[in-house]
């Protein structure tokens, strides 16, 4: 893996991401699956395909696993698989493979087992395609490749289905205005932002939330030129070490910030995150507890001393990691605007997105200093992977998760600027 330690002008050429179309699945070689933990929504069209299939060609398994278990949902969401007793999905094979793809061929997958872990939408009239961190060899080919976004692939090459695509957020009355014309260039400069050296990842992302402030106060379409103005007020700042004290000087309060982290974690690992969360969450807590007659005040200093020996040099190392993740994010969810077309979708503001991916950030950046104080001198990419891609997996595919951050935010009134210096800042 490079080393990329010269700050550089960032210097985004935007072509319509395709990687995810590169992606191709390692099967039994996995160390994780996505055919268990959860249960797979299927259309109607693939439900009816499925009752065809004769009783000793998985028809019975059929008749016992796929159900309509809420009438009256769009046809996207007409029934589900549920899971076996073993929590799998039924379908899963003792060869760690899928019996339908087996049986039947790939154009008998539902959208969700044909995609995972693409994400597509359309942008401008162009179809797009990122990938979800919740898969192992997903997250390793985004996090570990420095310059993920040029790997290119055919998004239409058949491989795997595309009619399961949304789209860009638009205005909403009770929202903000979110004018289409104006996403591509004000995504461009959020990459660029996210990936400017010349100032720290903290320091980035509050820009980046100032940015998304300053862009929900513009309320009408007529304000095309206040748009403009403040895109052009903020593309002068990236790669320059302008001082902006009215963000540095926000506080920094890290005994809070593992607080509100411990709070959201245990509720996570509470319900059905996973074994690999599990073991993340723990090798977090052995990493900043002390071994006996712990004191939250040793924690701190355990914390402190993780982030500063550990964490800092590894990152320092490998700075294109937690911005790739960004980058990835930003693609993923259509960011700042949002991605919809889903039964599951939350309208947000432009700072509302910001606030749910600056609080995600924030906590799987806080485990992994955890993790790094844990695994000390041998913390290493396959840490990195194994905390971003479970606790991905554990947070992404869950609405009310996702509400739960956006809640737990407003209640502890940090869904500000300074409550996000608060959770970035350590
Ligand atoms: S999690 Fe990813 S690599 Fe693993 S089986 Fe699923 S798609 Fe393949």
Excluded at 111 to 125: D, K, L, N, Q, W
Excluded at 143 to 153: A, C, D, K, S, T
Excluded at 182 to 205: E, G, K, V, Y
Excluded at 355 to 361: D, E
Aim: aromatic share 12%; hydrophobic share 40%.
């Amino acid at each position: 893996m490079d080393s990329h330690k010269t700050i550089t002008k960032p210097n985004t050429v935007m072509a319509p991401p395709t990687y995810a179309a590169a992606f191709r699945c390692i099967g039994t070689d996995c160390e994780d699956t996505c055919c268990g933990d959860w249960d797979i929504p299927i259309d109607k069209n693939i439900y009816n395909k499925y009752q065809q299939f004769p009783r000793e060609k998985l028809g019975s398994l059929v008749s016992q696993f796929v159900l309509i278990s809420v009438p009256d949902q769009p046809d996207p969401l007409h029934a589900r698989i549920y899971r076996g007793s073993s929590g799998f999905c039924p379908f899963f094979g003792a060869d760690s493979l899928c019996n339908i793809h087996k049986e039947y061929g790939p154009q008998f997958l539902s959208a969700t087992c044909s995609i995972y872990p693409r994400s597509f939408s359309y942008v401008a009239g162009t179809l797009e395609g990122s990938l979800s961190l919740s898969c192992p060899e997903a997250a390793r080919n985004i996090l570990l490749v420095p310059r993920f976004m040029q790997i290119e692939g055919d998004l239409f090459s058949g491989n795997f289905r595309t009619d399961n695509v949304l789209h860009l957020a638009s205005s909403r009355k009770d929202s903000c205005h979110k004018p289409h014309n104006f996403f591509l260039t004000i995504r461009t400069l959020l990459i660029d932002m996210a990936r400017d050296r010349s100032r720290p990842l903290w320091h980035r992302l509050l820009l980046i939330g100032s940015l998304c402030e300053s862009l929900d106060n513009i309320t009408t379409a007529e304000d095309k030129e206040a748009f403009s103005v403040v895109l052009r007020k903020y593309r002068q700042i990236v790669g320059y070490q302008i001082s902006q004290p009215e963000l540095v000087n926000l506080p920094s309060l890290p005994r809070l910030k593992l607080e509100v982290v411990f709070r959201l974690t245990d509720a996570l690992v509470r319900d059905n995150s996973g074994k690999r969360f599990r073991d993340i969450f723990w090798a977090f807590v052995e990493g900043i507890a002390s071994p006996d007659r712990s004191t939250p005040q040793n924690d701190m200093e355990r914390f402190l001393q993780a982030e500063e020996k550990y964490h800092r040099p590894f990152f320092e190392k490998f700075p294109f990691i937690l911005e790739n993740y960004l980058v990835n994010y930003m693609f993923q969810n259509l960011f700042p605007y949002g991605r919809e077309g889903s039964p599951r979708f939350i309208p947000r503001s432009l700072f509302g997105e910001y606030i749910q991916m600056a609080t995600q950030f924030a906590w799987v950046n806080t485990l992994l200093i955890g993790v790094a104080g844990h695994y000390k001198e041998g913390f290493a990419e396959e840490h990195v992977v194994q905390t971003i891609q479970s606790f991905t997996r554990a947070v992404e595919h869950y609405p009310d998760v996702l509400q739960s951050i956006d809640e737990s935010m407003r209640s502890l009134e940090l869904n500000n600027l300074r409550g996000m210096a608060i959770m970035l800042k350590v």
